[in-house]
């Protein structure tokens, strides 16, 4: 247990997140009154009109401290309440560091998008030697992970700027899947079970199309995205019906990508992929999360490495322009040589992106709900196979061009996509940077409307719950308009 006792601060979510991290647990409790401290770990934070400081106690003996006598001296261009924000997570961080034998690459980030805050900086004219040094010194993040960061941030720059306030993006959501892996938290409905409402759900989807569309015809799309769940399990015909309802109504004469996530190659044929082809789709995503075929069957998911590289190189033969593959780093039972297993024969396939996620032990997954049945990599091996991938990434000619981090990631890592020069996937950085207004259409999907004067977004999320998506669409609708509404009108 470690209780947390604040002194004149009442802000308690980014302590939580930042202690959950770094103390590696998540039984945290708030106490009000010192009465309450009995035993365990005490974390006391005191913030007085210009300074920090933090006491630790274990069993009521003081074992660590920390202080910051000046939070004026925080080298951060923000209001002074942040800055106090800042400066008490710095002393919390620092203090913990003293008694654990660890260190996060990340420092005091809890956040899952960092390079929001190196484009913030870039936006505001600071120079890139300044912003290495904020980062180190104010956010402690370790050297590595800030050259990656710049990396990133520097190619993503000629697809974020100028910000144009017309420009949008587009979200499909088909929340369908063959079968649910055991890591999935997603909104997803086996075909299988919801069989019968995927012809209700596609003309509910075409209705929320042909609307948003209308609405949005003075607006510029620019990349579509289609995902899911695995959107090419719902039968052919009804997808295409989806993606010739998308072109029948949006004006789309000045996109620059159209991508589908076939994902898994158990829903993928040759008939799939012509379709796509047919139909100028010209990005699509494979992804074998995995190329042992012990794991696959432990994720529940119904087909072998040697389907997977069947189905990669039929897609590859029609030549799209960009073909995606994602692996997931930490899945139960791997460990190092499976990695390089998997990583091999992703280099003899040869695909323009890669996309690599560290394992998120999500809440609702049925991993987590079984956690103690599967074996979990320790974080020293994780980060060794986290390395591999950037080995491979290098020999395939590949560079980092967007990243993210979630809450429950392994390690407090991070999942990294790679790309081939000019096959960065523009949907991704947009979504992943939200410098642009995205619009979700269908059950589970999120629009996040841009405001670019105070650099906000303002989520809108649909219902997940199919049934409740198909009975509400008319809702769902509605908000949607409402919120870009309101952000057209306070933007002009």
């Known amino acids: 247990m470690v209780n947390i006792y604040l002194k004149n601060y009442n802000k308690k979510h980014d302590i939580y997140e930042l202690v959950k991290v770094i103390m590696e647990t998540s039984n945290i409790n708030f106490i009000d009154n010192m009465d309450l401290y009995i035993e365990g770990y005490l974390i006391i934070i005191t913030v007085k009109s210009n300074s920090v400081n933090v006491n630790i106690y274990l069993d009521k003996k003081l074992i660590s401290k920390n202080n910051i006598k000046s939070i004026d001296k925080i080298n951060i261009k923000k209001p002074f309440d942040k800055k106090i924000n800042i400066a008490i997570k710095k002393c919390v961080y620092k203090a913990v560091m003293n008694i654990k034998d660890m260190n996060t690459s990340w420092g005091i980030l809890t956040g899952i998008r960092p390079s929001k805050i190196v484009h913030d900086l870039k936006e505001k004219n ?15 993040i370790d050297i590595k992970k800030v050259n990656l960061l710049l990396k990133i941030t520097d190619i993503q720059e000629k697809y974020l700027y100028p910000l144009n306030k017309k420009d949008y993006s587009l979200y499909i959501s088909i929340p369908f899947c063959p079968s649910r892996c055991i890591y999935c938290s997603f909104p997803s409905y086996s075909i299988r079970k919801w069989n019968s409402l995927i ?55 000045n996109i620059i990508e159209f991508t589908v996530e076939a994902g898994r190659v158990d829903t993928i044929n040759k008939k799939v992929l012509e379709m796509l082809k047919e139909n100028k789709i010209d990005r699509i995503s494979i992804n074998p999360q995995t190329m042992n075929n012990k794991t696959l069957k432990l994720m529940n998911r ?40 998997t990583m091999e024969i992703i280099k003899e396939l040869d695909p323009d992106n890669l996309t ?40 395939m000619n590949m560079k980092p061009y967007y990243m993210y981090r979630q809450k429950q990631i392994l390690g407090n ?50 219902v997940v719950n199919l049934n409740d998506y198909i009975n509400r669409i008319d809702d769902m609708i509605e908000r949607k308009v409402s919120a870009v509404n309101k952000m057209l009108t306070e933007e002009e």
Do not use: W
């Open 126 to 140: 600071v120079d890139k030697n300044e912003i290495l040094n904020i980062l180190t010194r104010e956010y402690l």
């Open 199 to 253: 012809e209700d759900y596609t003309n509910s989807l075409i209705k929320e199309i042909k609307q948003l569309a209308l609405f949005m015809k003075d607006k510029t799309l620019r990349t579509i995205y289609i995902g899911g769940g695995t959107p090419t399990s719902i039968p052919l015909e009804n997808l295409e019906k989806i993606i010739k309802a998308v072109y029948e109504y949006f004006d789309i004469q």
């Open 302 to 341: 119904h087909h072998t490495k040697a389907d997977i590289k069947e189905i990669f190189k039929l897609a590859k033969s029609m030549k799209f322009n960009s073909i995606n593959m994602d692996v997931i780093i930490g899945l139960p039972g791997e460990n190092l040589n499976d990695i390089k297993n």
């Open 356 to 395: 690599v996620h560290t394992l998120t032990i999500k809440k609702s997954s049925k991993l987590n709900k079984d956690l103690d049945e599967y074996d979990i990599i320790k974080e020293g091996s994780l980060s060794d196979m986290l390395n591999e991938t950037v080995v491979y990434s290098k020999e």
């Open 413 to 462: 890592f991070e999942n990294v996509g790679y790309a081939k020069k000019y096959k960065e996937c523009i949907y991704n950085i947009s979504m992943m940077e939200e410098k642009q207004t995205i619009i979700g259409l269908g059950a589970g999907a999120v629009s996040k409307v841009f405001y670019p004067s105070s650099n906000k977004i303002i989520r809108v999320p649909n």
